[in-house]
């Protein structure tokens, strides 16, 4: 018996724990929400009365802001108090029955659940639903009634492009989801939704296709997912760096994006997408560091200017880490290895100039990185103006006073331009810090430096990982496939296969069209001859 | 036990060895084969890569035979353990050295050519512990990083000669083949030291996931290495003739300081030059600090080879500084690559051979009776 005991023990111990059951009562229901919502003043309670005699008592709680109105008012109130008058069931049906008849009848919302838990039922009406509580029956009807005031959809900012969609994520979870399946008509794409935090209870959404997706990448995601314990989370950032690999690395190794055709395309390549609620920016999974250079135009356009621009990107990322490196490199330890009429046209632009290459290459980086940070920081007509102030005046009052040498302002102007350049902004962030790294080894040894920054970076590239996918895939553990879309774009008929890396269960993408055609034109003379 | 995610591929196995054969040996090649078989250099370095290849594949399939065992552990089973123990070690300190040696170079070729008022001493040790940093984290990171380091070596190296395709005097080439074979032997042993990398066969098998692929990547990958060698042979004796070659350090260097780039608005291209031969020193360096290390834990039979990866800086430090000048560093050199790798490339394997044969037989004899 003991035994039992304990099994039983344990349940009952755990059920209390899951929450606290609604008795039949609605005034002890109604009592212990409003003990829980103690001192919330936007929680609205509404006594019902219905039936012939305003006999059965009804209870109606939401919060104001979180619902819509109409929705409340013409798909509840106006159909428990007014329509169902027009309606005459017998009393004898209603008598005892009245919570069946009000679910299956009277409510024209349309989605609705039911429960018996009353802190479930408190955490629905924070989340924007509504309870409705019957007296003489535990059964809490939940009416899905979400609708506050939200941002509509519009362009993705950090990520605009000529040709292509222009939505972008909003900061509804919902309405995100409902992009990224307008996109896919797949039944196998999965939306697995978790609430992550203990005190904001985040809507999480996993997105995947079922049979796309490599198995030990989701369940690594979810496990990482679960495995979150936090008292809240307040952007997928905070889902990003609590579930990545490495957190000592400058490189993101989860991509973020808000554009649902970005995430749509990467769900097709085998990926997974995270997307969370209050925030439009998703997160894609497994990254590797050749997906922060594409850009969704990239697949939009002819492959000659995609494959030109990707080229570009690549040169952009190198321009914005080492050209303030190679510039101090070069005047302080081989002006011989630079042609000598540039030698000379730098030495005279550098005459008179108080400071080592060395300070006045990071005097210039650091007001450049001050500029960007002030100009984010104030409203955009003013921000134009510092730019302009910052960039145009300071820069030639700064070669004018004879500070630095208009060689390094010009090498500043390319670095900020080509960090631009680079697509996503969590990578460029990355390519602008190390870039003072390689300037104080450039600093210290010149050329060699560059190389040793270069070889100690490259160590840290190889080891790093996003999710048990290589961080320099495909470039290291070669498929040739998919370097096709990496420093270049290929032709999209050359895209027949889901990226090797990705380990994806079932890899062809595309039928060779010329082939099939050729079988079917083969099929139909066939045809043609038996008919003869 | 190796733990799965320290396996590599076949073809990462192939470009492993290729970025680690070619290493410091590239600069001074030329000059080596020119000084012992005159014109004959190219033929030289294709009987030598041959000749390397028939080692290379001699050690695979020693290695073959013992799939899950490295060296120290499988030679235990052929010679007797104590003598496997004593091969093990002088195998560590043939690795060793080599770092040593490859590092040495680098610092004096640096200093040269870009920081001549720097200290040796500084590039060293800065090398090494860069090296440190990638060998800590084990094989498939290194692998990775060759796999990286490849198209940045090879690329720029085979353009940069292009240019200087209509100075090659073919007759730089000639006579053909009138010397004797003893010394042309000669001259093909002096090739030894470019072609020095292979032995990590003997330690490698173990970690491969696709065994049965890896006979074609040690083929690709000598012969790769073999052809690279000969395509710079060809420049550079082609250019400058044997007897000027022979005279120099570094041909490799002499001839990239004497290539004009008119497009170009660099008009030397040592810079950039020395910008990829650091990764080429690198590949070499780290493969090798790496297989000393592991030797090193295998003998002593710890799981994880990282612990003596930071120890190993002072003492290759240490020994990098040990010749006193460039001239000395490449006496040592030559007498390593005459004896030690000899040993290593040529005779090892041979008695290992007959051993593993002989053996085989015993045991067989042993199953009739």
Redesign the interface.
Known sequence: MGFFDKIFGKKEVRKKKDGMPSSPSLKQNLDYIKNKLKDCDDVIYRDIWVGENQQYNLAIVFIDGLVDKDLINDHVLHSLLLDSRQANPSIEKIKGNLYEVIKKGTITGGDIKEITDLDKCILSILSGDTALLFNGSPEIVIISSKGWQMRSISPPEAETVVRGPREGFTETIRVNTALVRRWIRDPNLKVKQIQIGERTHTDVAVLYVEDIVDRNVLNKVMERLKNIKIDGVFESGYIEQLIEEDWHSPFPQILNTERPDKVAASLLEGRLAILTDNTPFALIIPTTLATLFQSSEDYYERWMISSLLRILRFLAAIVALISPAVYIAFTA??PG????K?TLYVAATRQGIPFPAFFEALIMEATFELLREAGVRLPVPIGQTIGIVGGLIIGQAAVQAGIVSPLMVIVVAVTAVASFAIPNYSAAIAFRMLRFTFMILAAV????G???G???L??HL??LKSFGV?Y?SP????DISDLADTLIKAPIMYFKNRPEILNTPDRRKMRDLRGEKIESIEDDRRDGNDKK | MIKNNDKISANQVSILLFTTMVGAGILSLPADVSKEVGPNGLIAVFAGGIASLFFARMILYLSSKFPTETFVEYSAKLVTKPISILISIVLVFYFTIFVSLDVRIFGEVLKIYLLPSTPIETIIITMLFASAYLVRYGLEPIARMSEILFPIIVIPLVLLFLPAMSDIDLSNFLPFMRISLVKFFKGMLFTTYSFVGFEILYLLFPYVIDTKRLKKGVNAAIISTMLFYMYITFFVIGIFGYKETKEQLWPFLTLIKSINFPVFFIENVEGIVMGIWTFTIFSSIYSFYYFAVLTFSKLLKTREHSYFVLPAVPIMYLMALIPDSIVTVYKYAGYVSQYMSVFFIAILPILLFILLKVKRSGDSDEEKT
């Open positions: 330890y081989h290895l630079i042609p000598t540039l040894f010149g050329l060699y560059i190389m040793l270069f070889m100690i490259l160590t190889v080891v290589p320099l470039f290291v553990e070669i």
